[in-house]
C-alpha cells in the first residue's frame, strides 16, 4: 500500500518561502518516479517538477516557477521536498505530492499553500 502524506503548507506574505514536505511508505521502489503538482482556482492540476532515483535536486521548468522552485530528496527518510522561493500570489494552490509506480499514478491528499499580498 502506498501512502503519501504531505506537510508544510500554510499561510505567507509575498516574497517569503516556505518547504513542503511529502513522506512516502508502501511499496516505493528507489527507481520510482515522485514529484509535485499543484492546483490553482480555476486551473487544471499542474506540474510542478519530478524527480528520479538518481536525482538529488530538480528544477522546476515552468516559467511561472523556474528558479524559484526547487525539488529534493532524503532517501534515508523516504521524503521528497519542495522548496519555494519569492513567493507571489499566483502561487496560492493545493500543492500535492505525487508517485508513479506500477503503470499508475498515487497522490497525496495536498496541503494548501496561500500567498497573501
Known amino acids: 500500500q502506498v501512502q503519501l502524506v504531505e506537510s508544510g503548507g500554510g499561510l505567507v506574505q509575498t516574497g517569503g518561502s516556505l518547504r513542503l514536505s511529502c513522506a512516502a511508505s508502501g511499496n516505493i521502489l528507489p527507481r520510482n518516479v515522485m514529484g509535485w503538482y499543484r492546483q490553482a482556482p480555476g486551473n487544471q492540476r499542474e506540474l510542478v517538477a519530478l524527480?528520479?532515483?538518481?536525482?538529488?535536486?530538480?528544477?522546476a521548468e515552468s516559467d511561472s516557477m523556474k528558479g524559484r522552485f526547487t525539488i529534493s530528496r532524503d532517501n534515508a527518510k523516504n521524503t521528497i521536498y519542495l522548496q519555494m522561493n519569492n513567493l507571489t500570489p499566483e502561487d496560492t494552490a493545493v500543492y500535492y505530492c505525487y508517485a508513479f509506480i506500477d503503470q499508475r499514478p498515487y497522490w497525496g491528499q495536498g496541503t494548501q499553500v496561500t500567498v497573501s499580498s
Open positions: 524527480i528520479h532515483s538518481r536525482e538529488l535536486t530538480t528544477e
